[in-house]
């Protein structure tokens, strides 16, 4: 590309970075890129970062050695968080949502490809410092999500079925108790669309007792996967103790009370604020 | 925020301007966030604006009068679009994808947050001047690429259905002819997850005789809702013109040929690239 100025630079350098989260860029790469010196594309690092930091988009990581460079890590400030989570709070609480038999109709909220994308960075700002190889998850609700945080993660998602399609080969089944119903039910993957021995994160809209949840870990032990973390975007509390199958996760909302004959419910804060991770990482040298 | 210098400014700009695609911001909203003249915000526009044209990431269009302000207006150069088409042609081209009954395996694509992105950017690209209000799609390929483009275009998703869910609330249902099988089958859109009139771009991952896209489009009528534009990621030619049921779409790849026995396909590129708009907008004033 053309030289460019260093005002030119810091433009081009943030869509870069936003469109390459998680992957180390060495300084020689930008250096290159902009016909510049390293010294001049560390001091627009330096300037990135500062804002990237002080307005609570994240943090530039520097990775030392020869296969070094520097590295964009979504993340979500304390702040940004909270408004996250009240804003699906006061949504949540919008009459007109309990349909009958206590389900709550949630596809205006998951219909919303930003409101997604907020749920997505702030789970991957959780997990900013995990290795994790895979997002999983069951069709059909939970898959934006998965790809909300996949995105900013720099991981593939791999996408679990209730049915099973001819169309995608050789698949893993499982039965699971689908908790509140009690009943035996099946769920699949392909075999192709999980590399064994991966590290996932298993994300859904909805847990009650988790029966799902248990589903998709039993199915990582087929590929010998290994679990690193759980989110959900509301989770009812409407479970006793011992129903629970799930123990770890993070939840955005939890959902404390649904009340069909008025068509009421109550919201509160999930877990997932008591689990932020600063933003700042050492400064880039 | 704090009073940031233009080298803040730009970097903040850029990436404000990445999370609100098509979404007027006045100039107004900048002066006040960065403490600064206006005239010092036109300035730092045009060298995004620049920018932006140059490295092919799309454009900022100036909205005049009182409302007015900036739009960020994601799009796709020409060469970074063949880049895209061609990644996909020989991706698809990998041996081992065919699968029993000449399908093809898919989900290592689908389920590549970055890929996914950029078939969204580039469909975003070809729509950036036509009014659209939701992206529609049919669960469950289909839903990464529908959410993708709605992101750059900032509209919600409407996510059509095979099964009838009891927690979606009152549902459309209409019945469709699968093409390719000929056998009727039932579609169904929750009632509450399209608003009446809106404009919609329809997007599905595979279209063979188009069956699938047809039953959508006849829901788009049970809404009074208008069909602006049809994306698929993969066509197949192999179908008789008289037996194809949608005329005007586009496409990313077409699939010339699959040979069950050997394992092989052909594939060549799309006609999206001839579909494509140009990058630069009159200048900003």
Chains 1, 2 share one sequence.
Do not use: C, W
Not at 159 to 173: A, K, L, N, Q, Y
Not at 265 to 284: F, M, R, S, T
Request: aromatic residues 6%; hydrophobic residues 40%.
């Amino acid at each position: 590309m053309k030289k460019l100025k260093r005002s030119g630079r810091l433009v081009d350098m943030t869509y870069y970075m936003l469109q390459h989260p998680h992957e180390v860029i060495s300084l020689t790469y930008f250096a290159d890129r902009y016909q510049s010196a390293k010294s001049s594309i560390s001091e627009d690092l330096v300037i990135v970062k500062e804002i990237f930091e002080q307005e609570g988009y994240g943090t530039l990581l520097t990775i030392p050695g020869a296969s070094g460079g520097v590295k964009y890590m979504p993340k979500v400030g304390e702040k940004e968080a909270s408004e996250i989570v009240d804003k699906l709070i006061s949504q949540l609480a919008v009459p007109g949502r309990v349909l009958p038999g206590g389900y709550l109709y949630m596809m205006d909220l998951l219909g919303s490809p930003r409101f997604i994308q907020d749920v997505g960075r702030l789970f991957a700002s959780v997990l900013a410092h995990k290795k994790i190889d895979a997002v999983m998850t069951v069709a059909t609700k939970g898959i934006p999500l998965a790809y909300a945080v996949a995105e900013y993660l720099n991981v593939p998602v791999s996408i679990v079925r209730r049915d099973h399609r001819v169309t995608e080969g050789s698949m893993v089944s499982i039965n699971y108790v689908s908790g509140s119903s009690k009943r035996i039910q099946t769920m699949t993957l392909a075999r192709r669309s999980l590399a064994p021995g991966s590290r996932v994160f298993i994300v859904d809209d909805f847990m009650k007792a988790g029966g799902t949840i248990r589903g998709m870990i039993d199915l990582l032990e087929e590929f010998q996967a290994e679990l690193v973390g759980i989110g959900v975007l509301v989770e009812s509390v409407d479970v006793d103790a011992e129903e629970r199958l799930v123990d770890e996760y993070m939840s955005i909302t939890r959902l404390s009370e649904v009340n069909v004959r008025d068509k009421t419910i109550k919201v509160e804060a999930g877990n997932v604020l008591e689990k932020l991770v600063p933003i700042a990482e050492e400064d880039l040298s």
